[in-house]
């Protein structure tokens, strides 16, 4: 079988959790990873993560604030996949205060990511967002899912409990 070669745009990208996940599938190949985190810390360890590609993986880092990226920046690089994990603390049933899903500025983010994904061309082939159990009832959502369907895709919701995969949560 055919290797499938994929660029990536990993947002929200952590210490590199979703483009882990997406090398370990059999036949992928990413040529191509753009991470987008604002903390330095996260940026280091993801460097350390995936320092040793031999060169295989065109690899760029950039420490810079997801609500500050424009339509033309994404447009460029032209990505197959996004990756995304964005922060859950507004829709996490533990989040009792006042400050939920688009009350909450960390939501700016994605808010910024949904009108991007209105007038991006060309898009992403295939669109990965993770975030907890919660954040299928909010706004942003509805939103995202919206913004999704508008551009001809296919949406499916699945909600999987790290238990099930003999993972502690």
Not at 23 to 28: A, D, K, L, Q
Not at 63 to 86: F, G, H, Q, R, Y
Not at 132 to 141: H, I, K, L
Request: proline share 5%; with cysteine.
């Amino acid at each position: 079988m055919e290797s499938l070669e994929l660029s990536v745009v990993e947002f929200f990208s952590g210490i590199g959790g979703m483009r882990y996940a997406l090398e370990s599938v059999p036949n992928v190949c990413i040529k191509k990873c753009i991470s987008y985190e604002i903390s330095h810390l996260c940026n280091s360890v993801y460097q350390y993560n995936f320092h040793n590609n031999n060169g295989s993986v065109e690899q760029e880092i950039r420490t810079k604030s997801i609500d500050k990226i424009s339509c033309s920046e994404l447009a460029k690089i032209k990505a197959d996949v996004w990756l995304m994990s964005p922060p859950c603390q507004p829709y996490t049933r533990r989040n009792t205060s006042s400050k939920r899903d688009l009350s909450d500025p960390r939501t700016a983010a994605l808010i910024n990511l949904i009108n991007i994904l209105k007038e991006l061309d060309p898009l992403p082939r295939t669109v990965l967002l993770e975030n907890v159990v919660g954040f299928e009832e909010s706004q942003s959502y509805k939103l995202w899912t919206d913004a999704l369907i508008s551009r001809g895709y296919t949406v499916e919701s699945i909600v999987l409990s790290p238990t099930a995969f003999g993972t502690p949560q």
